[in-house]
């Protein structure tokens, strides 16, 4: 187990003198400093209602001077070469036309996705409104419209629950069809959400916190009061939600009941643990190798080829386990003691630790206590999570069982943004992720390429993911490995523009994209990065 981390429980971590790393990023070097100041780029050019900000301003991302087709970019799309560099908006760095053209083709998929204050995550796989989907798509938009992408977090509390949870997909009026849609959960018999809205009966990652401090940024402070007075009341409530209902025990560690909260859907960690509550039909398919029965019962690989998610049997597990959660009125007092698989993830706790001092901070300039046992609450999560601690790497844990899950992914590393990875441990932590296990020839795979459970084109069993790169490099940042933050960035917008398009996941071997080629995450943080990070 690692010694503690000196940062401060609760509160954002205190600057503490450092360098930059000077080695090469397979081998970073240099002592810890606390976070950098988040740039403030964007512009403050739209007040919208939606967000309650200033006055009444219609609010929406804006058109790109010539509206780009989602097709992929091309180093010629503006009529410059590669090495021209396209005047940039107000406040922000020269872009090569290239990745100029790529930004503007992000922009477009964005606008394409955009339902008026929400953001759908794809045109047709993902049709609905997705918790930490929204909130890395807020993290983009405030470069654009600061008022859109406040508006896009405050639209996340419509699906509130009564007890406080935020559901992992709110149900946007759409016909478009979704398999794991309003019917599958049946929500509304147990409870009407704050916005009248149908949801999911599960969470997702909590990375509200996290997204309203980049979004509040790129606002006056004024306009960031406000916004912060809008929000706090509900996420204060979710983050009592995660705690009183999912750490009854009071370990410090919340426990997910369905792989879907993990954000992570088919990472082997999860599908091992449901293995064995697939149904009995699954289970004798599995036997004669009838995957083509059950590859013939599901509609959600129309779009995207059946490869590329989840198979048939591990989808059918998870609808079972929806029926027994949905079965349980979804209260954790009834589900522990039923066949439902409970996990302590590691990477939904390590977003936790961040978001609960990002809520100290936004809570403390809204003028908004933060309850004492939850203040406590959340010292705990920081120290449990050396409880996570395996040789070298964090992993998650069984919660009736107690035992750490064999199963290290790209999860894994997600205490590095957490910063609870004691100073002596990170060399170590960053020198496993640069290596050819992790970091293939196209960056990080999202689980080690020797792993008999590796694909690198299906969802996340091998796939690059930019929202795990945008996490990592930030929280290498914090602990001054600059050098390996930035290596994993340009590689994010290398991999991006060799594609062309902004893709749900990319082949670390080949770099070839796969799932959705109009990913609204991938759009927004390509625009975050190359305004904050710009490749040089």
């Known amino acids: 187990m690692p010694a503690p981390s000196s940062s401060s429980p609760v509160m954002p971590p205190v600057a503490r003198d450092a360098t930059p790393a000077a080695a090469p990023p397979g081998t ?57 560099t396209v005047a940039p908006p107000a406040g922000e760095v020269a872009l090569p036309a290239d990745l100029a053209a790529l930004r503007e083709t992000a922009i477009g998929v964005l606008r394409a996705n955009d339902l008026g204050d929400i953001t759908r995550p794809s045109p047709t796989l993902y049709p609905h409104q997705w918790l930490w989907d929204s909130c890395f798509i807020a993290i983009g938009l405030r470069h654009l419209d600061p008022a859109r992408a406040a508006a896009e977090l405050l639209s996340l509390l419509r699906g509130q629950w009564p007890g406080g949870m935020i559901p992992h997909v709110i149900f946007a009026e759409t016909s478009d ?7 599958r959960w049946r929500c509304d018999r147990v409870c009407t959400t704050a916005g009248g809205v149908q949801s999911t009966g599960v969470t997702q990652p909590p990375m509200i916190a996290e997204a309203a401090v980049r ?35 009071d370990t410090g560690l919340v426990t997910l009941v369905h792989s879907w909260e993990s954000g992570m859907d088919n990472t082997p960690t999860w599908m091992e643990m449901t293995k064995p509550v697939a149904p009995r039909t699954v289970r004798a398919l599995r036997r004669i190798n009838g995957d083509d029965a059950l590859d013939a019962l599901r509609r959600d690989s129309k ?27 979804y209260e954790f007092r009834t589900i522990r003691n039923t066949f439902v698989p409970l996990v302590q993830d590691v990477a939904f706790n390590a977003i936790l630790v961040r978001a609960n001092e990002h809520l100290v901070a936004i809570a403390e300039e809204a003028g908004f206590p933060v309850p004492r046992w939850l203040a406590r609450s959340m010292r705990r999560t920081r120290a449990a999570m050396n409880d996570l601690w395996s040789d ?35 060399d170590g932590m960053v020198e496993q992720l640069m290596s050819p296990r992790y970091w293939a020839k196209y960056g990080i795979a999202s689980v080690p390429t020797d792993d008999p459970a590796f694909l690198p084109r299906c969802y996340w069993q091998g796939p690059v993911w930019v929202n795990m790169n945008w996490l990592i490099a930030d929280g290498l940042d914090r602990y001054g490995r600059r050098e390996a933050a930035d290596a994993i960035r340009r590689n994010t917008v290398d991999v991006i523009r ?39």
């Open 498 to 536: 060799s594609s062309g398009s902004m893709f749900e996941y990319y082949s670390p071997l080949d770099g070839s994209g796969a799932g959705s080629n109009r990913f609204s995450w991938t759009a927004a943080l390509l625009v975050d990065i190359l305004a904050t990070h710009p490749p040089r």
């Open 215 to 249: 979004v509040g940024e790129a606002m006056s402070r004024d306009e960031r009061v406000t916004f912060y007075r809008r929000l706090v009341p509900g996420l204060m409530r979710f983050h009592e939600w995660l705690y009183r209902e999912r750490d009854p025990d």
């Open 303 to 329: 779009e995207v080829p059946p490869d590329e998610r989840l198979t048939s049997a591990d989808l059918f597990t998870l609808y079972r386990i929806v029926r027994e959660l949905r079965r349980s009125r």
């Open 177 to 183: 069809y979704y398999h794991a849609g309003p019917q």
């Open 392 to 426: 070298g790497l964090y992993l998650s844990r069984d919660f009736r069982t107690g035992g750490l899950l064999p199963h290290p992914t790209i999860a894994s590393f997600l205490p590095l943004y957490a910063g609870v990875v004691p100073d002596s441990e990170v």
């Open 28 to 84: 970073p070097t240099g002592s810890t400093p606390g976070p950098p100041p988040v740039p403030t780029t964007g512009t403050n050019r739209s007040r919208g209602a939606a967000a309650g900000i200033g006055a009444a301003v219609p609010t929406g991302i804006p058109a790109p001077a010539d509206p780009p087709d989602v097709t992929p970019a091309t180093p010629g799309a503006t009529g410059a070469g590669a090495g021209t």
